[in-house]
């Protein structure tokens, strides 16, 4: 796999991983622009496929129009199919219709489809202006699935959201289901993340299922093969599980790791002799 650290072109988020899956709730278009050409920018630079999925009222062609005007070799990244800009209905609905289990299976496709073009991997900006109210609830799911299904492959995922099309609730539940949030308002940068860093005392509560059984078989000593045989997972989901549980958990090796397993009551602790 390619270098799992990737450039965002956003100082906000700086690096990140492949995997990541992030939200940006932006006001104004300029303020999407800002955000999304940026992403993008560094993307086609690092060799990676970028598919932008637009919202009205920014159409495909005024987006391809500001990709062509603000990079220097635009034309040539969407002429060559290094870039690709559709509709959110076009690509979120089939038949007016909302399927969470065909969505994930077209991305799974579409990875597949960017890797063996010889692309290091993809970098995806999604929008949901055209979501219904009644349609908030199962696109909450959808992203909690797509968060889980991220893990392990070669891709960036960002997510815009305007921030008039849904409440304060609404809004809360988004962020809930991403790893990372930020917003720009009127041109600056007003949140970084939508909670406060976990303590120490509650980050394992920030963990999913199969990263706590991933930490505890790492505490254990098993190595990366050794866990993925036993979870009938991947050896690179794996990996991807734990830099996350550890990034989480702010611990920088296995002994820290251990450590902490033996702390929380993890792990057995071996009666003195």
């Known amino acids: 796999m390619a270098a799992q650290h990737r450039k965002t072109g956003l100082a906000v988020l700086g690096d990140l991983t492949w995997g990541a899956h992030a939200c940006h709730f932006y006001e104004t278009q300029e303020d999407l622009l800002d955000t999304a050409l940026p992403y993008f920018k560094a993307g086609l630079e690092a060799q990676e496929f970028c598919l932008w999925i637009v919202d009205p009222p920014l159409g495909v062609a005024q987006a391809a129009r500001a990709v062509r005007h603000r990079f220097p070799e635009g034309e040539?990244?969407?002429?060559?199919g290094r870039m690709e800009i559709v509709a959110s209905p076009t690509w979120y609905l089939r038949g007016g219709r909302f399927a969470v289990k065909r969505l994930?299976?077209?991305w799974d496709d579409k990875l597949q489809e960017v890797?063996?073009?010889?692309?290091?991997g993809m970098r995806v900006a999604g929008g949901a202006g055209w979501l219904d109210r009644k349609d908030w609830k199962r696109f909450s799911e959808y992203e909690r699935e797509l968060n889980d299904s991220l893990a392990g492959k070669p891709m960036?995922?960002?997510c815009s959201y305007a921030l008039?099309?849904?409440?304060?609730?609404?809004?809360l539940?988004?962020?809930?289901?991403?790893?990372y949030a930020i917003a720009k308002r009127g041109g600056a940068w007003e949140v970084v993340e939508w909670r406060s860093p976990p303590t120490p005392e509650d980050a394992y509560d920030t963990l999913t299922t199969r990263e706590r059984e991933v930490l505890l078989l790492a505490a254990e000593g098993m190595s990366n093969p050794r866990i993925?045989?036993?979870?009938a997972i991947g050896v690179r989901t794996v990996e991807s599980h734990r830099a996350n549980l550890l990034r989480k958990l702010r611990l920088r090796n296995q002994t820290e790791l251990v450590r902490y397993a033996l702390a929380r009551g993890l792990l057995p602790v071996e009666p003195a002799r």
């Open 115 to 120: 890797l063996a073009r010889g692309f290091a």
């Open 228 to 231: 993925a045989a036993r979870l």
């Open 76 to 80: 040539r990244h969407l002429a060559e």
């Open 173 to 179: 539940n988004v962020a809930r289901t991403h790893q």
């Open 164 to 171: 008039h099309i849904g409440g304060a609730a609404e809004i």
């Open 156 to 158: 960036i995922v960002l």
């Open 104 to 106: 994930l299976r077209v």
